[in-house]
């Protein structure tokens, strides 16, 4: 197959090589595709949508699955041999990209979706529902009466909320099942998180049930980016230590 020489040039000019049997019509695409982050449908012959995915640069991305060299697993090698046209749908921002490729997955449920499934999901933030609620990271959603905050497609973002979270407020990171009434009977004990000044013993009622879930409100403004609250709770500690050690 001859590729035109407009196209030909303009490839010459990236040095990019493509794999044998691509079509004129997918590299002219390819070439005129935006660099902005979207959602791509891969299609076959019949116009099926074979493989929905996402991308921070929509051109650089499908560009990769036809260049020479890059695909190394045999199951992305099969899809790409069955790949006749794309469509894209252009987004502002990949966490809008992330939402509307899970959507159309579950819309569409493409064969090579199911084929290449992997846990490369993203987390989200969990508040769990319990009397004396944990927050932590997860990649399960559950419809378990829980709160969750994402997804996060920055995990470097997401840990250092959790960080700051559990450094202000003292969320418990154990498993036991705290309710008043085991904690009355005295069924447990402080743990090192509390010696190493990580939490603050609910599970002994060292903090009360009312306090511990204040604290964990204050965490849930912070994870919906209302911050003036807790900025006015960590003054008001700061002016106590200062008045404790008599600054």
């Given at each position: 197959?001859?590729?035109?020489?407009?196209?030909?040039?303009?490839?010459?000019?990236?040095k990019i090589e493509f794999i044998e049997g691509i079509s004129n019509q997918l590299l002219e695409k390819i070439k005129n595709l935006t660099t902005k982050p979207g959602v791509y449908l891969h299609k076959n012959k019949d116009n099926k949508i074979i493989y929905v995915g996402k991308a921070k640069n929509l051109r650089n991305r499908i560009k990769s699955y036809f260049q020479q060299g890059r695909l190394v697993d045999a199951k992305t090698k099969a899809m790409v041999s069955h790949i006749a046209d794309f469509d894209y749908i252009v987004v502002d921002t990949e966490n809008e990209a992330f939402i509307l490729e899970d959507n159309l997955i579950k819309k569409y449920k493409p064969k090579y979706n199911i084929l290449l499934k992997d846990d490369?999901?993203?987390?989200y933030i969990k508040v769990t529902n319990e009397e004396f609620?944990?927050?932590?990271?997860t990649r399960r959603l559950v419809k378990d009466g829980a709160k969750y905050f994402g997804p996060y497609t920055d995990l470097r973002l997401m840990k250092n909320m959790?960080?700051?979270?559990?450094?202000?407020f003292y969320v418990r990171s154990c498993n036991l099942k705290l309710t008043k009434e085991s904690i009355q009977k005295g069924k447990f004990k402080v743990c090192l998180d509390y010696h190493i000044h990580k939490c603050q013993a609910p599970c002994v009622?060292?903090?009360?049930q009312e306090q511990y879930n204040e604290n964990i409100k204050k965490g849930i403004q912070i994870l919906l980016g209302k911050t003036k609250e807790v900025e006015k709770f960590i003054e008001g500690q700061m002016d106590k230590l200062a008045e404790e050690m008599k600054f």
């Amino acid at each position: 197959m001859e590729i035109p020489n407009n196209i030909k040039q303009s490839l010459l000019e990236e040095k990019i090589e493509f794999i044998e049997g691509i079509s004129n019509q997918l590299l002219e695409k390819i070439k005129n595709l935006t660099t902005k982050p979207g959602v791509y449908l891969h299609k076959n012959k019949d116009n099926k949508i074979i493989y929905v995915g996402k991308a921070k640069n929509l051109r650089n991305r499908i560009k990769s699955y036809f260049q020479q060299g890059r695909l190394v697993d045999a199951k992305t090698k099969a899809m790409v041999s069955h790949i006749a046209d794309f469509d894209y749908i252009v987004v502002d921002t990949e966490n809008e990209a992330f939402i509307l490729e899970d959507n159309l997955i579950k819309k569409y449920k493409p064969k090579y979706n199911i084929l290449l499934k992997d846990d490369k999901t993203f987390p989200y933030i969990k508040v769990t529902n319990e009397e004396f609620p944990k927050i932590f990271s997860t990649r399960r959603l559950v419809k378990d009466g829980a709160k969750y905050f994402g997804p996060y497609t920055d995990l470097r973002l997401m840990k250092n909320m959790l960080k700051i979270i559990r450094s202000l407020f003292y969320v418990r990171s154990c498993n036991l099942k705290l309710t008043k009434e085991s904690i009355q009977k005295g069924k447990f004990k402080v743990c090192l998180d509390y010696h190493i000044h990580k939490c603050q013993a609910p599970c002994v009622g060292y903090i009360s049930q009312e306090q511990y879930n204040e604290n964990i409100k204050k965490g849930i403004q912070i994870l919906l980016g209302k911050t003036k609250e807790v900025e006015k709770f960590i003054e008001g500690q700061m002016d106590k230590l200062a008045e404790e050690m008599k600054f």
